[in-house]
């Protein structure tokens, strides 16, 4: 293998480094591209609020290369860290992480994307000069063009390393060896790919079969989900606008996993519905979608974001009352009435999901489980109260931890004694102590947990 490129000479300049905001506008889609993993890196922004922030600086037409390139990044972060790692001799400094977010993107580019490998270098090149780091021209050349003679190599020397095979922050390979023994590679493999692209068909206003025949007329291809009567699970993304009928409510983007939650709540006509934490309000469409002369109150504790699920609402045609709302301090918007049904979509890990969101391997720590379990815990006492005797209360997550899933629910369990679980038969999914568990990938799906609960006078 070649030296690794020496740093000394940089740690003595000085640093040219400016803030994001203050760099020209319409930026190679590389720097862009630099920016936005650098605010999930190094700022914690997640990667939906970095494109927000960063994608105008660039044309509209690279926006799906950066977005490609950002996933990809994130999605291979341990590892693209590992091949710099043996690139360079030392690490870059702190303030000019914008560099090595640059480098990890030039690296990805060269290894995973279809790139010619001299565009790669001299894009990346030009991409520091746009990010005013002039400096690290040369750095930037060396380090890539040693990326593509030592490709083979480095990518076999990443085999002996857990970290940067799988691709996954050491703690949560741990985690995932914890609860799944013998199904966590199978995790890990799907996790580092992206999900598939699936729909759930409007079905008051038409037939799966129906739909399915149109986007056969626009040249998609899509199957029937197995598990989930609305759903249809397309063979390649498509742009919504490209979806027939998308405006006027025929259909919505869905994972079939999180399709599961109306039909297993199974509301009916004259209830009155809880849809806790409900934002982006795709579970509490379907559920209105399902149900005839129901009535669903929303709330969420973001205010912006039940904006979202006003918009979603809007586009299907339907209607639910929106609260913003803390689910672990209900009276400051509970009307006193109690609910029928009620859908708690807890705030998690979301270790489920890992393949849609890859930058939860940058954001989430090992010290957040706690938090998160002792929140969805006080959610479900409180919540416990708004439901009537003889309703039925839905407990899901996106996590594939035990202790966020049926650990939790036993322990709600045991502590009321007027909760009683509803067995949950399925074809999907793994039983657990309580409740069933998909893994990620699993039938195509997401990984998701759901436990019933019933109220017992």
């Not at 249809?232 to 009928?245: F, H, S, Y």
């Amino acid at each position: 293998m070649a030296i690794p490129i020496c740093l000394a000479m940089v740690n003595n300049l000085p640093s040219h480094r400016l803030s994001c905001e203050k760099i020209s506008a319409m930026l190679n889609p590389r720097a862009t591209a630099a920016q936005i993993i650098y605010s999930v890196a190094h700022d914690g922004l997640n990667l939906d609020d970095a494109f927000e922030r960063h994608l105008k600086q660039s044309e509209q037409a690279s926006h799906s290369f950066i977005k490609a390139m950002c996933f990809g990044v994130m999605r291979f972060y341990p590892r693209l860290l590992f091949f710099l790692s043996k690139l360079i001799d030392k690490p870059i400094r702190n303030k000019e992480k914008l560099v090595e977010c640059l480098l990890l993107a030039g690296i990805f580019e060269i290894y995973y994307m279809q790139t010619p490998s001299h565009a790669c270098v001299s894009e990346a090149v030009k991409a520091g000069l746009d990010l005013k780091k002039n400096w690290a021209k040369g750095l930037i050349n060396a380090v890539l063009r040693s990326a593509l003679r030592e490709q083979d190599s480095l990518q076999q020397i990443a085999k002996d390393n857990e970290g940067a095979r799988a691709a996954h922050p050491k703690w949560l390979i741990r985690l995932f060896k914890k609860h799944w023994p013998t199904e966590y590679k199978a995790i890990i493999e799907a996790n580092n790919q992206a999900g598939p692209f699936t729909l759930r068909v409007n079905l008051q206003k038409t037939t799966r079969e129906n739909y399915l025949a149109s986007l056969t007329s626009k040249g998609i291809k899509a199957t029937p989900c197995p598990h989930s009567a609305a759903g249809l699970q397309c063979e390649t993304a498509v742009e919504v606008n490209e979806l027939p009928g998308f405006v006027g409510g025929l259909v919505s983007i869905q994972d079939q996993a999180a399709q599961l939650a109306a039909n297993l709540l199974a509301p009916q006509s004259g209830e009155r519905i809880l849809d806790a934490c409900a934002a982006p309000g795709g579970k509490t469409a379907h559920l209105l979608e399902l149900g005839e002369n129901i009535n669903i109150t929303a709330i969420d504790i973001s205010e912006p974001r039940l904006q979202k699920v006003s918009e979603n609402l809007d586009r299907l045609g339907l209607s639910a009352e929106i609260k913003q709302g803390d689910a672990q301090d209900p009276e400051k918007w509970w009307d006193q009435n109690k609910f029928d049904r009620i859908l708690l979509d807890a705030p998690c890990s979301a270790t489920g999901v890992i393949r849609r969101h890859p930058d939860i391997k940058l954001l989430r720590l090992p010290e957040d489980i706690e938090n998160l379990v002792q929140t969805q815990a006080q959610m479900l006492s409180r919540l416990w109260p708004l439901l009537k005797t003889g309703g039925m209360l839905l407990y899901s997550t996106c996590s594939i931890l035990a202790e966020e899933n049926d650990q939790q629910i036993q322990q709600f369990i045991q502590n009321n004694q007027n909760a009683r679980e509803q067995i949950i038969s399925a074809e999907w999914g793994h039983a657990r102590q309580h409740g069933r568990q998909i893994l990620p990938g699993e039938d195509g799906m997401d990984g998701f947990y759901y436990t019933l609960i019933y109220k017992e006078a």
